[in-house]
């Protein structure tokens, strides 16, 4: 029976057609990274600078 399953998952990710990305999906995941890396940072500066005990 699982076997049943998995043959027909396999058969039916085949059919599926490959769709690129969009430019401006591109352009949204670089952003989003980007605001992650940037709000990390300032996290980290904010935890340094403010809270200098908890650290070592």
Same mark, same amino acid.
């Given at each position: 029976?699982?076997?049943?399953?998995?043959?027909?998952?396999?058969?039916?990710?085949?059919?599926?057609?490959?769709?690129?990305? $969009?430019? &401006?999906?591109?352009?949204? !995941?670089?952003?989003? +990274?980007? $605001?992650? &890396?940037?709000?990390?940072? !300032?996290?980290?500066? +904010?935890?340094?600078?403010?809270?200098?005990?908890?650290?070592?």
């Amino acid at each position: 029976m699982a076997e049943e399953k998995e043959a027909r998952l396999i058969e039916e990710l085949q059919k599926m057609q490959y769709d690129p990305w $969009l430019p &401006i999906e591109s352009k949204l !995941v670089k952003w989003s +990274v980007g $605001l992650g &890396i940037v709000l990390l940072i !300032v996290l980290v500066w +904010v935890s340094y600078t403010f809270f200098p005990s908890s650290h070592g």
